[in-house]
């Protein structure tokens, strides 16, 4: 398997007999992904304390189980009817200089809750989907040690309060884009996305041009990306 983790569990056995021993191991109620997992993660954050600058990468991953009609335990991974299986959170952690894939920091399975009212986006904020991202951090542990930066890498859907506030306490560093238009402390009219696109260019340190593709509306084009970056103190929320 960790020879070749792309190739099928057949592939990976090479015989019958190694094949039906796996499936045994597999199948066995006396092991649990926390077991199997457990020596992984604990290499990878051992191996992430000897790296200068380590990314944390966030992310869900949605196991579609439609197809075995006969499972259970399931929940929701769509906004369409029908479709069922789990959500995967994870933790990727990669050494920012090399790129190179240390291995997983942290796996959470969710099994996403009927409908029963209220915005989905209000749901997964206060849910399980919105404290995986804070879960993560915490199983992490933070940094050991104060020469190093480890830096936790999310989506729009991560932009939670807590999740920020948990990466600060364990001396982690946080890039995330931004979904929520957040009060600023230095200022009760200014808005965090507003105050961010009144920014200007910083053509100077980093220029990107990147080709996007046609779409209805517009033919296939160049855009250049310009950096602006600057400190802000966003405000607690109220609830």
Known sequence: MVI???????????????????YRLINSRRITMKQLLEPH????????????????????TMLDFTAHQHTKNLGGISCYKG???LIMGSVLAIEADQRHVLGLG???????????????????????????WENGVKAIGGNPHESSQWINVSDRESDIYEYMRSCQEHGMGFVLRAKVNRA????????????????PANESYLV????????????KR????????????IKAPQS
């Open 222 to 233: 160049k855009a250049k990306l310009v950096v602006s970056w600057s400190g802000v103190e």
């Open 83 to 85: 479709q069922h299986g």
């Open 4 to 22: 070749k983790p792309e190739a099928s569990l057949p592939q990976q056995m090479a015989s019958p007999d190694k094949l039906a021993a796996a």
């Open 41 to 60: 993660l604990r290499h990878t954050l051992s191996a992430a304390a000897e790296k200068k600058v380590v990314l944390f990468i966030h992310d869900k």
């Open 184 to 199: 600023l402390n230095q200022d009760t009219e200014t808005r965090l996305l507003d105050y961010a696109r009144s920014l």
């Open 106 to 132: 942290y796996v959470e399975i969710i099994v996403r809750p009927e409908r029963r009212g209220g915005k989905d986006r209000e749901r997964r904020h206060k849910g399980a989907e919105g404290r995986v």
């Open 208 to 219: 990107y041009e990147v080709e996007v593709d046609a779409s209805s509306k517009h033919p």
